[in-house]
């Protein structure tokens, strides 16, 4: 099959997930609280993740931001929040999922994404993949109290791969 055959049957969403060896009020207050979550994900914040928030986050690194609008809030539960440039708006919920010895499974998942066919399968990997470094440091700094850089060491300045 030849890549102008090929075409999308539906829009893909974004699904990643990972258990925290923390209760769910403490990895809850890891996303929703700029100063924990600058440790492990984006470099600065505008503000927390509260119902009808309107934020921007940073990730110096890459003079990249995003703006951030909180949707619903439901502690240690959910956070639902849009995100993305105007026009192109996405969708994510953060589900923070109570499991055994007091851990925590947090499920990432991101829909509604837009544009054409090729930027929307782009946009599914490179969020997966974005979530799933976020949730790998997230689980690091919670568990062991490491500081993991691989959001920022995932494309270092001037390296050409």
């Known amino acids: 099959m030849t890549a102008p055959e090929l075409q999308l049957t539906h829009i893909p969403s974004v699904k990643t997930g990972m258990l925290i060896r923390r209760p769910p009020s403490e990895v809850f207050q890891a996303l929703v609280d700029p100063a924990i979550t600058t440790r492990f994900w984006f470099t600065k914040s505008s503000g927390k993740m509260v119902p009808g928030a309107n934020i921007q986050w940073d990730w110096e690194m890459y003079s ?3 703006k951030v609008s909180v949707k619903e809030v439901e502690d240690n539960r959910r956070i639902l929040m ?5 026009g192109k708006l996405a969708t994510v919920e953060f589900r923070f999922i109570p499991w055994r010895d007091n851990t925590t499974y947090v499920q990432v998942t991101e829909t509604g994404l837009s544009g054409t ?5 782009d946009h599914a990997i490179d969020s997966t993949g974005g979530f799933t470094f976020m949730l790998c440091a997230l689980k690091a700094l919670l568990e062991h109290d490491v500081v993991l850089t691989v959001v920022g060491d995932k ?7």
């Not at 849009?82 to 105007?86: K, L, N, S, Y």
């Not at 066919?117 to 399968?121: G, K, L, P």
């Not at 494309?155 to 791969?161: K, M, W």
């Open 64 to 66: 990249v931001s995003t």
């Open 82 to 86: 849009e995100w993305g440039p105007e």
């Open 117 to 121: 066919a090729d930027e929307i399968v």
């Open 155 to 161: 494309a270092p300045a001037g390296l050409e791969v």
